[in-house]
């Protein structure tokens, strides 16, 4: 039943929205999401899915969206990972007013429902170790065993929490579990641990707290507390599901319940999301930090050159749904080729140089060329471009010997230089070594671009910078991280060790030195490229390519 309407509605939103819609129609009035991040990490793509899907939702339905941070893990979080998620929710567009929430704020009002609990003969304080609980716990298709503890008397549980709050035992010697049903065909709902004692420093509360709430006795609570109508999270938690709703009921939190609603989280091709992973990748110096432009972090894609707006269309466009898959790294391509299509300015980068000189071009003379700035935007205007005798053009752009269908330059062929005029190859200069250092071309000045002439067409046109003019810079082309594709079953973690290019000197027409870092070109044939943020000095430009101009992807 669940499931037909879920499809039927993937036209028209998807079934979270429909979840939504029954629920505005019925008892609420308004809603209320949050995103939730743990800061043990940047965030990442997958990330982005669930922002645009908390955030956006609220804003739908005019409602409201908190940025919480799910703090209750003393010992893998730290404020870097704070401040940098404020930071990429804020760039992806997101708002969330004055409602930043810290899950460690509420550890006072986590112990006093825990003692709620106790009182009620609820949760007990257990002695039993890990490896004991574990063997208590039975299998998906044998039932748990009840621990020894699990009968001790209230004030005696009572007195034990006090004791293990105020610091009397060491990390592991106790646990306080729920107590629900060892027999649960769920293994979640036997008498699952709510608190453990680790005697560790939190980035907040600092040393005031010994004992820390698990996950799935915080998070509920967590939405509860702040009024959450809709908790919406990854699939691997439908299984906890009836827990979280035991521990909103049990804590009192009875009208207007958060409902907790699961969908799949996003994979992509070629690369790793988790967290852990990503952690291991920038500890183990493999990748550039967080930021490494071949992350799939938010500030790794931002630093590569992503907008906002094409994660945000990505978003869209893959949809949610409860059906785990891999999405195809090219799409996400494709949201940004379509973003900046019209957006950036196409200027003329040479990355592989190659000396061409015009042996019948006035020594000295400069002519400036005007040439559009983006071919699908007239707004974006036209800019002069100097041309010289002395230019450069890209290596593979000649060939001394062509092979078939080589339309580009070759001895005695002629091309069109863009924005300029038709040039036709006289000569090939090698050094000793044998290796092409020049071609001389000569020019026909009948052919000056924009003048009109018909005379005879050619089938190349290439870019290229004058030699007098140009700004060398560094560039920065990528491949994928990596080769398998770690997110799907059986993926393995293999780095693609080809997946950095740096050519130290290409070579880019003037109009580049008003860039900025962060800043969005197209390179004309050579693809979209941004001026990075944390290498570019004063004197010296470094790009990174954000994406190649043509791919194989396929929109479905
Ligand atoms: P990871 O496994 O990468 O560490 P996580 O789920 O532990 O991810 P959290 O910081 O707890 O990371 O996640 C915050 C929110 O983002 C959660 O609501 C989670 O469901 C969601 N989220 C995390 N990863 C993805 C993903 N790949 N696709 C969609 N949503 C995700
Ligand atoms: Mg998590």
Known sequence: MEEKKE????????????????????????????????????????????????????????????????????????????????????????????????????????????????KEGKAFVCDLSAEEMREYRGTLNTPGKESPYRNRNIEENL???????????????????????MSSPNINMRDPVLYRIAHATHHTTGDAWCIYPMYDFAHPLEDAIEGITHSICTMEFEDHRPLYDWVVKEAGYTKNPPRQIEFARLGLTNTVMSKRKLRALVEEGLVDGWDDPRMPTISGLRRRGFTPESIRDFCERI??????????????????????????KVVMAVLHPLKLVITNYPEGQIELMDIENNPENEQLGTRQVPFTKNLYIEQEDFMEEPVKKFFRLAPGKEVRLKG???????????????????????????TKSGSGFTGRKVKGTLHWVSADHCVKATARLYDY??????????GEMIMNENSLEVIENCYIE???????????????????????????????????RIVSLKSSFKLK
């Not at 005019?62 to 990972?81: H, I, V």
């Not at 949610?320 to 019209?342: F, M, T």
């Not at 991280?481 to 059986?490: F, G, I, R, T, V």
């Open 159 to 181: 007195d034990l929490f006090e004791r293990m709050r105020k610091g009397e035992f060491p990390d592991g010697a106790k646990t306080l579990r729920a107590k629900i049903d």
């Open 481 to 490: 991280m990596m080769l398998d594709n770690p997110e799907s079953e059986n």
């Open 319 to 344: 949809g949610v749904s409860k059906a785990n898959s891999v999405v195809d790294s090219g799409l996400l391509e494709y949201c940004i080729r379509d973003d900046l299509k019209a957006k950036a």
């Open 420 to 446: 300029a005029y038709f040039v036709t190859c006289t000569d090939v200069i090698k050094d000793k070594n044998g290796n092409i250092t020049e071609v001389h071309c000569t020019y026909d000045p009948e």
């Open 7 to 118: 499809n039927a509605l993937s036209n028209t939103g998807n079934f979270i929205h429909s979840y939504v819609q029954e629920d505005l129609e019925g008892k609420l009035n308004k809603i209320h999401t949050r995103f939730p991040p743990e800061p043990n990490g940047y965030l990442h793509i997958g990330h982005a899915k669930s922002i645009c899907l908390n955030f956006g939702m609220a804003k739908l339905y005019g409602g409201k969206c908190n940025l919480r941070f799910d703090d209750t893990n003393p010992t893998k979080e730290d404020t870097e990972y704070v401040e940098s998620i404020k930071e990429d929710v804020k760039w992806l567009g997101f708002d969330w007013e004055d409602r930043l929430y810290f899950a460690s704020s509420y550890f006072e009002k986590y112990y006093e429902v825990a003692v709620k609990l106790i």
């Open 510 to 544: 003037p109009a580049i030195e008003e860039a900025k870092p962060g800043d969005k070109y197209q390179f004309m044939r050579n693809g979209y490229f941004c001026v990075d943020t944390k290498d570019t000095t004063k004197e010296h430009f470094v790009f990174n």
